[in-house]
Structures are given as C-alpha cells and as structure tokens.
C-alpha cells in the first residue's frame, strides 16, 4: 500500500479578471440599463456567428499553471513562494474550497483547513458555541467535540471568555480558538495559512510545537504555508517553491530557503553608490515608496565596506506622493536563510519621520554592526501607523550587503555563530 496522502497532476487554476472601463464606476440610469441591453441583443441577432476576439475589460489570470508534486505520510512540508505566486489558491483547492480549472489531486485520509481567521465562526455565537459549530463544520461528531472541549479550551487560553460572543474577540483570540479547534480534530493531514502570524510570539512557538507533536508522535501530515522562514526551517523537513504559479522547486528545507531567499534578492551591489529599487519586488499601497538607497561604512580605508563592529549608514531616497508623517521606517538584515538578525525601527524609538510631496533622502546609521563576516539581506519598511496601520512600502528582499572582518583572526580559528561580542577570561582556578 502506498504511502503518499497527497498527489497532485497538472494542476490549474485560471481566473477571468475585469478591468472596468471609463464611465462603468458610475450609477446607470434604467433607461440607460434597458437601452444598452436592447442594442447588445440586436447585435446579437443581425450577426449571430460574428464572435467577440478581444475583450478589453476581461483578462484570464492562472493562479496555478500544471502544478504537480507528491506528499507522503508524516512529511512535514512548507509551501513558499512571494505575494502571488499562487500559495493560498493551491491551499484552497486542496482543502476542496474552490475547484480547479485543470488537473486532479489525490487526497488520503480528512483534511483540516485553517486559512483564514476565524473561518466557520459565528460572531454572534460565544466562544463555547462556535467550538461546537466549528468542530461540526470541520466533520467532528458532538462525542467528539466534547470529549476534546476541555482540552481546546485550555490551548487556546479563552477560558476566561468562553461564554463571551466572538465578534468581541480580538484577532489573536480569534485565531487561537481557531487553531486549537482544528488541531485536535485529529486530522491526517493539517493544512495552515499565513494565519498564525496574528497570534503572538509564544502563542506561535505553541502552535509549531503542536503541528510538530502532530507530525512526528502521530504520523500525520502538515502543510504549512508562512513568510516567515526561521518557522519553515524549524518545523518543515521538506519545502514546495511556488513562482509565479508554478513549482520552482521542491527538495530539502535548507536548500530550498537558501534558493528561495538568493533569487529574491538583487545581487548586486557596491557601497556607497547607489542602488535603483524600481525592479524590486514589493508591497504597500505605493503613497510613498523606496526609489534608491546608498550604504557605507564611513570608512575609505576599506572602499567604505561594511566590517562588523563598525557603523553602517544608509541613504534611504523616498518618493512620497503627499506630504505626511510615518511612524514606522525600518531596515531589516536577515542571513541567507531568512532568519531577523537586525530591525532597526524608528518605532521602537517613537519616532516619526515626516517626509514633504516628492523627492525625500532620509538619512538612516546603525552605530555598531554586530553581525560575523559573511553575506546579508537588507529589507526596507514604511508604513503610517496611527488607524489602519497603513503600509506604504515593504521591500522583504532589497538587495544584498557583504560584511568583512578587519582583524586578523586568532590562531586562524573560525568561530560559527552571526553576532560577535567582546569578552574577557576573567581568571582560572
């Protein structure tokens, strides 16, 4: 008997895209409606044959484009890939939420979805109803759920607001009733989105520790879809890379993030010249945006590369489409795996920067850079924060940096680790 629960052939999903037209934003009169119809039809009739070729205010988009992999029994498996290269629609499909256009998928044993938060809740209905009701919908029997009330209760940490409707409940709440709801349904195959990324970080290192326990101690398979690559690497032994709709790669975590983390970074760079950033890939609703940023050490006896101990400047040039204030402006240095080594926020400091309409060079020193020799991913962020917590800009993978080491190492020893730090052998006894 085979032991592969998921397989999945050419798999394809296709979307028709609207794109409205000048004056179709605009309230029609009946007459207009009646008028417009009438000609339709009348065209229709006097050249029944005559097919319509292009149609301007209608695209077909694939989400997925033959898209094909299997999972076996116990893998632990991360689905990676940037905003839109097709993870959530191919999550969907396998948690038989929509239809594919092409394909087929294989599914062996119940499937249990968490994509979205507080998905089969019930504002209106407290926190004790909707684990019946959600436990219901997921295909739990009333036994069931019963047997297991206690034990769902006391993962999500609700018992406090247990009789308490849920539209009361904050977002984190909402997704800790959620997940505690779908991880002991038992489920052969566990299926979560990006949504653990609302709960906080404890409650997160909860939720791993429970997809591994489910994963390892009971045979049972994840897919687990995060940007988060320090959580991939910590519970996936397996990883899917999604581009664009299609699989561009599936093997072992580590060489899947370290492919995944080099392609979506821009390569080259020098210091202090500056880099253009209209290529980069991007989020935010662009009311300002990152155009060019320059870095340096400060120091010319080393072509002003960066060294670790040292001071490390940016020129951030920002375009902002209005004048305004911003709460958040933040560089971020990951290594070459994904993992946060440095954020450096100016809200953390309270800090707002006001940028004026047009063209901004924003001035940005980190003093000490406490980071190993080797090679870095700089990330830039922008968002106002205040209601909404608008983002402006999100850059996750802006361009690579490469730190040196000045001193002559000791011994010629080469000590792993990021961070280095000064230290002193006090005495021996």
Avoid at 98 to 105: D, F, L, N, Q, V
Avoid at 149 to 177: C, H, N, Q, W
Avoid at 247 to 257: C, F, H, K, L, N
Avoid at 388 to 402: K, P
Wanted: aromatic letters at 8%; a neutral charge.
């Amino acid at each position: 008997m085979s032991d592969t629960v998921i397989r999945v052939e050419n798999l394809s999903k296709k979307y028709v895209l609207s794109h409205q037209q000048e004056g179709q934003g605009k309230y029609k009169s009946l007459r207009e409606v009646i008028s417009n119809g009438a000609k339709s039809l009348g065209k229709k009739l006097l050249k029944p044959s005559e097919k319509e070729i292009y149609n301007p205010s209608r695209e077909e988009f694939w989400a997925l484009k033959d898209v094909s992999f299997e999972i076996k029994q116990g893998d632990r498996v991360g689905i990676i890939g940037r905003n839109g290269a097709g993870k959530s629609t191919l999550l969907k499909i396998l948690s038989r939420i929509t239809e594919p256009t092409k394909g087929r998928i294989k599914i062996n044993g119940r499937v249990a979805s968490l994509l979205e938060v507080g998905t089969g809740f019930h504002p209106e209905l407290t926190g004790r109803e909707n684990i019946f009701l959600n436990g219901a919908i997921l295909g739990m029997s009333k036994i069931e759920i019963k047997r297991k009330f206690d034990e769902i209760v006391d993962f999500a940490e609700v018992e406090k607001f247990l009789d308490t409707p849920v539209k009361r409940y904050s977002s984190g709440m909402y997704v800790r009733l959620a997940f505690a709801v779908a991880a002991h349904l038992d489920p052969e195959i566990l299926i979560v989105d990006e949504v653990l990324a609302v709960g906080d970080a404890q409650f997160q290192k909860k939720c791993l520790g429970k997809m591994q326990d489910v994963s390892k101690d009971q045979g049972r398979t994840v897919l687990f879809v995060s940007h988060n690559m320090d959580a991939i690497q910590r519970l996936c032994s397996q990883c899917v890379m999604l581009e664009r709709g299609r699989v561009a790669a599936q093997g072992d975590t580590d060489s899947i993030v370290t492919r995944y983390m080099s392609s979506n970074s821009t390569m080259e760079s020098s210091p202090n010249q500056w880099i253009d950033l209209s290529d980069v890939s991007r989020t935010g609703n662009g009311k300002a945006r990152f155009v060019e940023v320059k870095y340096s050490s400060l120091n010319q006896e080393v072509a002003f590369q960066p060294y670790s101990y040292g001071p490390l400047e940016f020129l951030l040039a920002i375009e902002s489409n209005i004048s305004q204030s911003v709460g958040s402006l933040a560089i971020n240095i990951s290594n070459q795996t994904g993992t946060l080594l440095i954020n450096a926020d100016t809200a953390s400091m309270g800090q707002l920067t006001f940028l004026r309409s047009g063209r901004n060079i924003v001035r940005f020193k980190i003093n000490d850079l406490y980071l190993k020799e080797g090679i870095y991913i700089v990330g830039l962020w922008l968002e106002k924060t205040g209601v909404g917590h608008e983002i402006l800009d999100y850059l996750e993978f802006a361009f690579e940096i490469e730190i040196v080491h000045l001193e002559d190492e000791t011994f010629g020893v080469k000590i792993p680790g990021f961070v280095p730090c000064q230290f002193h052998l006090l005495e021996v006894t």
